[in-house]
């Protein structure tokens, strides 16, 4: 079965920027393309950004200039760059492809 592994979340202050990464246990990217959603407490799940199985690259609005998202299908990894993180953006990221999905990864930005 394949499975979707997050890392690289955690406390970082307003301003500051962490990199998520997401590891699969196959080649799943290249047939499903993969995204990035995050959920606060309270919230519906949100699609954050995504790239699709032909590459292409769609970000939210609330996210684009400050997020990158990437993949490098050699790593069968995904990550998910983010910059000038606001407190807003406090969430846990999961990390998605077909139908599969990660365990989530806290990310908190608070000063």
């Known amino acids: 079965q394949v499975q979707l592994v997050e890392s690289g979340g955690g406390l970082v202050q307003p301003g500051g920027s962490l990199r998520l990464s997401c590891v699969a246990t196959s080649s799943i990217f290249s047939i499903y393309g993969v995204d990035w959603y995050r959920q606060s407490p309270g919230k519906q799940r949100e699609l954050v950004a995504e790239?699709?199985?032909?590459?292409?690259?769609n970000l939210a609005d609330s996210v684009k200039g400050r997020f990158t998202i990437s993949r490098d299908t050699a790593k069968w990894t995904s990550y998910l760059q983010m910059n000038s993180l606001k407190p807003e953006d406090t969430a846990v990221y999961f990390c998605?492809?077909?139908?599969?999905w990660g365990q989530g990864t806290q990310v908190t930005v608070s000063s």
């Open positions: 998605h492809s077909g139908p599969r």
């Open positions: 790239i699709t199985s032909d590459g292409h690259i």
